[in-house]
């Protein structure tokens, strides 16, 4: 797809979010899950808490689903021509079970500063309001970052369970994509999501997130990879571009930018949770 347009740029400026754009095909979007499903299959655990992050080190199929055209031309539009990838992750919700994610902003515990960044969220199957999709509070974004709780509590696909307490599902909207589709949303927006009611596995493919070069992390250390332009600030280290599917090279990659991550995290944090 081409750059934003006007309108839809002054739709992401006004609520925080843009959705429904055509990003990948059918066919990769399905190459996508096929990829995540053998790794699941032939390393078992090895996607499992905090390794769900940071996926496109340990995949070159991953990797180049960062790097497509379609996504960062939108991203562009938002950001700029200076784009860095500090980070990918899984939301991946199995039916029958009660995975959730309560309502929080990206940036409370994240670090990046400014919020040059954006965090695209690609439908590597339909998302729809059976399946757990994302619910946007408009024009959150605006205002400054809020309260969170911190409720460790069973389920929640968050690191800390990091809720905004009394969000109305009223004054929400669904994000509804098909697979194949992207959304993007503003670092301080404020979202969630419910629990997976259908038959079918809900997996979104997160880069979270790309960021423009002129965005530091002030609570430790990321590892990025140059996506497009030009990075003049050189804040981060650079993370190795993955070769083979699950080398030992690899998951080495992964696993030092995992580690750092999670000191990220949890950062002033008494208690470590599950991701």
């Keep these: 797809m081409p750059n934003l347009t006007v309108k839809q740029i002054d739709h992401y400026n006004k609520k925080g979010y843009i959705s429904e754009l055509n990003v990948?095909?059918?066919k990769q979007a399905k190459e996508i899950r096929c990829e995540?499903?053998?790794?699941?299959?032939?390393?078992p655990n090895s996607?499992?808490?905090?390794?769900?992050?940071?996926?496109?080190?340990?995949?070159?199929i991953l990797n180049e689903v960062c790097l497509n055209k379609n996504i960062l031309d939108a991203v562009e539009s938002?950001?700029?021509k200076n784009i860095l990838i500090c980070g990918t992750t899984l939301f991946i919700k199995n039916p029958y079970e009660k995975g959730f994610v309560s309502f929080h902003q990206d940036a409370k515990y994240i670090g990046l500063e400014p919020h040059n960044w954006v965090t695209a969220w690609i439908a590597v199957t339909n998302?729809?309001?059976n399946n757990g999709c994302m619910r946007m509070l408009p024009g959150s974004h605006i205002e400054d970052l809020k309260y969170h709780n911190e409720n460790f509590d069973e389920g929640n696909l968050l690191t800390r369970g990091q809720t905004i307490e009394n969000v109305s599902l009223e004054m929400t909207e669904p994000i509804v994509?098909?697979?194949?589709?992207?959304?993007?949303?503003h670092p301080k927006v404020v979202h969630g999501s419910g629990i997976n009611k259908s038959k079918d596995r809900r997996i979104g493919f997160v880069v979270q997130s790309y960021i423009g070069s002129n965005v530091d992390q002030v609570l430790g250390k990321m590892y990025v990879q140059k996506a497009?332009?030009?990075d003049n600030f050189k804040y981060h280290e650079y993370?190795?571009?993955?070769?083979?599917?699950?080398?030992?090279?690899?998951?080495?990659?992964?696993?030092?930018?995992?580690n750092e991550l999670s000191k990220i995290f949890y950062k002033g944090s008494e208690k470590i949770g599950k991701y």
């Design 228 to 230: 497009r332009g030009e």
């Design 177 to 185: 994509l098909k697979a194949g589709q992207m959304s993007l949303h």
């Design 127 to 129: 998302s729809n309001e």
């Design 24 to 26: 990948l095909t059918t």
């Design 78 to 80: 938002i950001i700029g």
């Design 47 to 60: 996607l499992d808490g905090i390794n769900r992050n940071y996926v496109h080190l340990i995949s070159p």
């Design 239 to 258: 993370s190795n571009i993955p070769i083979k599917l699950m080398g030992l090279n690899e998951i080495n990659s992964r696993n030092i930018a995992n």
């Design 36 to 43: 995540i499903e053998k790794i699941e299959k032939e390393w």
